[in-house]
């Protein structure tokens, strides 16, 4: 298991503190858990649970059917 040494400000540390003793968890394990949000590959799982909210957004069929060919671009 690898350690990690970090150097905050006060204000950072006292933000830190509360979020840490708010979650329940130790200091380590909330660490974690933010680096593994911010550095992890996939959707958090709220932004997962929105998956087809929207009754009335279109359907990727829907939008392909309304596209139209792409401007012509300036070369560079």
Same mark, same amino acid.
């Given at each position: 298991m690898?350690? @990690? !040494?970090?150097?905050? &400000? &006060?204000?950072?540390?006292? &933000?830190?503190? +509360? +979020?840490?003793?708010? *979650?329940? @968890? *130790?200091? *380590? #394990? ?7 949000? #911010?550095a ?6 709220e932004? #997962? #649970?929105?998956?087809?909210?929207? /009754?009335?957004?279109? !359907?990727?069929?829907?939008?392909? /059917? !309304? =596209?139209?060919? &792409?401007?012509?671009?300036? =070369?560079?």
């Amino acid at each position: 298991m690898g350690q @990690v !040494t970090i150097y905050i &400000d &006060d204000k950072t540390e006292a &933000d830190m503190n +509360a +979020a840490v003793k708010a *979650s329940g @968890v *130790s200091k *380590s #394990k909330w660490v974690a858990r933010v680096i593994r949000e #911010k550095a992890g590959a996939e959707w958090p799982q709220e932004v #997962k #649970k929105l998956a087809g909210e929207w /009754q009335d957004f279109p !359907t990727v069929e829907e939008i392909r /059917q !309304t =596209s139209v060919e &792409d401007t012509q671009r300036e =070369s560079l």
